[in-house]
């Protein structure tokens, strides 16, 4: 069950409390869904579903004149006028959540406000932790001499080879978007960079709490990451410590 919510929670509050909640959620399913010896592909739908319908509902209950946009919900065709959009990840990184053990998934709720985030969180529940923009996560020191990039599981996109290759950089992988970002946020690595397509509700969150802890977020080309636009794909991103941003773009461009 939800806890009761403070009386005058604030977007960001609300953000932590559903990013924590969804993930309790998820934690609990998959344990009660593996013990009953479900198949790997009946969790991950499940999963999907259970964390859509709880963060959809949360959002109708407490900030129901906001449009919303989501992965696993129906269009909302009120978020092209709207001023307050909420993008949310019910389950990023269905795969992982899918194999028992594995912690590299994420819930991602973000609130766009037409030309900046007001709010995010992205919570990784099988470590329970979460990291939001308000209080934001304390930067890291710089502790490698070489820089650690964080890929995919399944591919190295062509933009991480060049950074990779570019910056000398060791190599880690994981799973999920939100996890590889918030892997940077915590310091296990110093740059997520992707280009191989992904949609507005993969990076919308992690990139929002990553800006706010005083990362470097932006599209590939360096240019300002833009949400809540009609076509909900957005192909590329990079997340990165500051001080490596310039060496990043350098490598990828030239």
Same mark, same amino acid.
């Given at each position: 069950?939800?806890?009761?919510?403070?009386?005058?929670?604030?977007?960001? +509050?609300?953000?932590?409390? @559903?990013?924590?909640?969804?993930?309790?959620? @998820?934690?609990?399913?998959?344990?009660?869904?593996?013990?009953?010896?479900?198949?790997?592909?009946?969790?991950?739908?499940?999963?999907?579903?259970?964390? +859509?319908?709880?963060?959809?509902?949360?959002?109708?209950?407490?900030?129901?004149?906001?449009?919303? @946009?989501?992965?696993?919900?129906?269009?909302?065709?009120?978020?092209?006028?709207?001023?307050?959009?909420?993008?949310?990840?019910?389950?990023?990184?269905?795969?992982?959540?899918?194999?028992?053990?594995?912690?590299?998934?994420?819930?991602?709720?973000?609130?766009?406000?037409?030309?900046?985030?007001?709010?995010?969180?992205?919570?990784?529940?099988?470590?329970?932790?979460?990291?939001?923009?308000?209080?934001?996560?304390?930067?890291?020191? +710089?502790?490698?001499?070489?820089?650690?990039?964080?890929?995919?599981?399944?591919?190295?996109?062509?933009?991480?080879?060049?950074?990779?290759?570019?910056?000398?950089?060791?190599?880690?992988?994981?799973?999920?978007?939100?996890?590889?970002?918030?892997?940077?946020?915590?310091?296990?690595?110093?740059?997520?960079?992707?280009?191989?397509?992904?949609? +507005?509700?993969?990076?919308?969150?992690?990139?929002?709490?990553?800006?706010?802890?005083?990362?470097?977020?932006?599209?590939?080309?360096?240019?300002?990451?833009?949400?809540?636009?009609?076509?909900?794909?957005?192909?590329?991103?990079?997340?990165?410590?500051?001080?490596?941003?310039?060496?990043?773009?350098?490598?990828?461009?030239?």
């Amino acid at each position: 069950m939800p806890s009761a919510p403070p009386v005058t929670e604030t977007d960001a +509050q609300l953000a932590t409390r @559903l990013a924590v909640e969804a993930g309790e959620l @998820l934690v609990a399913l998959r344990a009660e869904m593996f013990a009953a010896g479900a198949s790997i592909w009946d969790v991950r739908d499940a999963g999907d579903a259970a964390a +859509q319908r709880y963060l959809a509902g949360e959002l109708h209950t407490h900030r129901a004149d906001d449009a919303v @946009l989501s992965e696993e919900g129906l269009e909302d065709v009120r978020r092209y006028e709207a001023d307050r959009v909420w993008i949310i990840d019910p389950l990023d990184g269905t795969r992982e959540y899918g194999e028992p053990g594995r912690h590299d998934w994420a819930v991602h709720v973000a609130l766009w406000e037409r030309t900046h985030f007001g709010a995010a969180a992205v919570s990784l529940p099988a470590v329970d932790l979460v990291f939001s923009t308000d209080p934001p996560a304390p930067m890291p020191e +710089q502790v490698r001499d070489r820089p650690r990039l964080v890929t995919s599981r399944s591919r190295a996109p062509y933009a991480a080879v060049l950074v990779a290759e570019g910056l000398g950089c060791d190599a880690v992988r994981l799973g999920s978007a939100g996890a590889k970002a918030m892997a940077v946020v915590m310091g296990e690595a110093d740059i997520y960079v992707h280009d191989g397509g992904m949609y +507005q509700w993969d990076s919308a969150a992690p990139a929002a709490v990553a800006m706010a802890a005083g990362f470097h977020a932006s599209r590939v080309d360096g240019s300002p990451l833009v949400y809540n636009e009609r076509d909900p794909w957005l192909p590329d991103f990079f997340v990165c410590r500051p001080e490596l941003a310039e060496g990043v773009l350098k490598a990828i461009w030239g």
